[in-house]
C-alpha cells in the first residue's frame, strides 16, 4: 500500500513539474509573440512610408495620392514579395493559416524557423505596398513559427510541440485585436479543433502574456473607432437573421472567387518572381479611383461603422474587395483573409443596415450596428469558427447588449456555409493538396504511405482451367483464403474467395465433373498499383465484404505482382503511428546523449541506436532496402562527425539517398532477432 502510494505521489509530482513547465514556456512565447506582432505593426508603417511617403498611412492621404503612385507602389512591392517567398520560404506565401494547419496535422507541429522571417518581410512589403489583406494571417504564421521554433530547441514531444504552436497563435491574435479571450479560443477552435483541457492552459497564459506586452506599448485600444450600440426592438431579430444568410452567400463568394483567382494566376505562363508584379498592377488600377482597397481597410471599415458611407458605395466595395483579396494572394502576395472579411462583413451590413433602418427608423437600429454584426457573421461563414468570431466581436465592444443579435446572424452565416460547402477559407487550400482535415489523422497518415510498403508477394494464383477437386484440394492444404485466376499468358482474370468455395460445397458431387475455375471466379472488383497510397487501398476495402486485392503492374493492369490486405494496411498504419510519436519522444534523447540504449515497445518489437555496418558505408537506405531485407523500420539516422566540415552530430530523419558514412548510427525498430542480424551484417 505504501509503495502504490509513493508511486502515485511521484506521478503527481511528475504531473505538476510537467504542467509548471508547459506554463512558464507559455509565457515566454506569449512574450516573445506580444513584440512579434509589435514589431509587425511598425514593419508595415515603415514600409507605408516608404511606398506612400509616411508613416501614418491614412484612407484621406490615399485619396490625395498621385495617381501614378498608386498604381506603381503595389506593382513594385509585388517585385519585392516574389524573390522572398520564391527563393527563401514558399510557406510565406498566401495568408499563413493553411499552413500553420498542415503543420499541426502533418509535421507534429514542426515550423522551419527562416518562416518567422520570411513571413515579417513578405506581408509587411504587400500590406505596406497597398496589397489589399490582412496582417492577422501572417502574424498567426509569425507566432506559430515562434511557438514551434522555441519547442524545438527544447526538444518537447510532439503533443506539446503542437501546444508550443498554438499558443504562438493566440499570442498574435490577441496581441492583434487586443483580445485576449478571442485569440485563446482562435488557437482552439481553428488550429487545433480541439477543446482539450490539457492544452488550455498554456495557450490561455499565452494569449494574456501577449496582450500584457501589446497595451503596454500600443496602450488599451480597439482596432475599430466602435460606435454605441443598442437593440431597439426585439423585431430585429428577423434583419439579423436575413443577415446571417447573406453574410454567408457573401463568403462563399469570397472563398470561391479566392480560389478560382488562384488558378487563374497559376495557368498564367509568366514567371512566377513576375506574377506578384502584375497583380500588383491590377491592384494599383482598382486602387487609383477606390484606395479604399488597399492594405488592412480598417479606416474604411471604421467609416461603415459609424454610418460615414453611402449605401451604394459599401456595396459595390464589397465586390471590389473580394476581387482586390483575391488578387493579392492569387497572384502570391503575401497577408491574411480575416481583415477583408472583416471589410465585407461591415459593408455589406452596413448597407443592409441603412435600408433596414431607412424601412423602419423607429424599431431598428443604425446602419453602424448592423456592420458591427456583420464582421462577425462574414467572418464566421468564411473560417466556419463561429466561437472566436462571436467573441472577437464581443471584447472589440465590451458591450453585452450585442451578443444576442452577434450569436444568431454568426451561427446562421456558419450553418447555411457549412451546409453549401465543407471547407472553410482555411481547409480548402488543404483539401485541394489533398489533406483532409474531417476525415481525421489517420487518413493523412495513409496518405503518405504507397502500397508496395505493405504488399505481399507470396499468394496463391491458379489458373483458369483448374478442376474443382485440386480447388477444393488447394483450400485444406493452402495458408490462403483468396485465390487469383489467371490465363495461360498469365493474365489476371478474377479472383476465388473461401466464401465463394463454400456456397458450392454441398453440390460438390454433382458439379465436380464439370466446373473448373474459371466457372468459379468473380470478377477482381478492384485493383491497385505499387505505387497507390493506402487511404485509397483502405477506402476500397472498407465498401467491399472482402479483406485482400489484387496489385497489378503500372500500365499493365492484368499482370499479378503481389496483394494487399486489409490487415497488413491496419498494421502498417500502426507502425508509422509509433514511429512518428517515437521520432517525436526519442529525437530529444538521442540527440543529447551519446548512446541510446534501447527501448521495448509492443509485441516483441524494440526501438535501439546500432552504429552503421561496414557493409553499409556507401551505401543508401535505398540500396540497402532494409525494409525487406530484415524486416525492421529505420526510424531516424545519427550523423556521425564530418572532420572536414568540422560539423557535430546531429539527428536527420530517413532520406533514401543518404549514402552512410563511417560514425553514423541508426535509429531502428524491429524484432531483437532482426537487429542481431543487421549488427552482424558482414
Known sequence: MRCKRLIAEQRQRLRMREHTFMVIVAVVIGLLGGFGAIFFRFAIRFFEGIFFGTCQYSLDYALQLPWYVKLLAPAAGGLIVGPI??????????????????SIVLRGGAIRPRVMLAKVMASAVSIGSGGSVGREGPIVQIGSAIGSS?????????????TFVACGTAAGIAATFNAPIAGALFAMEVILSDFGISQFSPIVVSS???????RHFIGDFSAFVIPHYELVSVFEMIPYFILGIL??????????????????????????????VFGG?????????????????????????????????????????????SITIGSGGSGGIFAPSLF????LSGFVGTIVHGLAPTLTASPGAYALVGMGAVASGAMHA???????IFELTNDYRIILPLMIACIVSVLTTTRLRKDSIYTLKLSRRGIDLFQGQEVNVLRSLQVSRVMKTDFEQISADTSLRKLMDLTVSSPHSNFFVVNSQNQLLGMISIHDIRRIIYAYNALEPVLIAYDVMKPIPQSFTSTDSLDVVMKALGHMNIDELPVVQEGNGSQLLGTVAKDDVIDAYNQEMVKRDMITSVSGAIGSMGTFKRIELMDGQILCEIEVPGAFIGKTLQELNLRSRFAVEVVMIKEGFNAEKNEKQHVMMPQPDYPFQFGDSLLIMGSQENVNKIRKSP
Request: net charge neutral; charged share 10%; aromatic share 10%.
Open 386 to 392: 463561429p466561437i472566436t468570431s462571436i467573441l472577437i
Open 281 to 325: 498592377l491590377l491592384i494599383g488600377g482598382i486602387g487609383i479611383i477606390f484606395p479604399h482597397i488597399f492594405g488592412v481597410g480598417y479606416d474604411t471599415i471604421s467609416l461603415a461603422l459609424n454610418g460615414q458611407m453611402v449605401g451604394y458605395l459599401m456595396l459595390f466595395l464589397v465586390g471590389l474587395k473580394i476581387i482586390a483579396t
Open 208 to 214: 494574456v502574456a501577449a496582450t500584457v506586452v501589446s
Open 150 to 162: 522555441l519547442g524545438q530547441f527544447l526538444k518537447v514531444t510532439g503533443s506539446h510541440l503542437r
Open 85 to 102: 517567398v520564391f527563393y527563401f520560404a514558399r510557406e510565406a506565401k498566401g495568408h499563413g493559416v493553411p499552413e500553420v494547419m498542415e
Open 344 to 347: 465585407l462583413g461591415a459593408n
Open 247 to 276: 453574410s454567408a452567400l457573401v463568403a462563399l463568394g469570397f472563398i470561391t472567387i479566392l480560389y478560382k483567382t488562384e488558378d487563374l494566376f497559376e495557368a498564367l505562363r509568366i514567371p512566377s518572381l513576375l506574377k506578384p
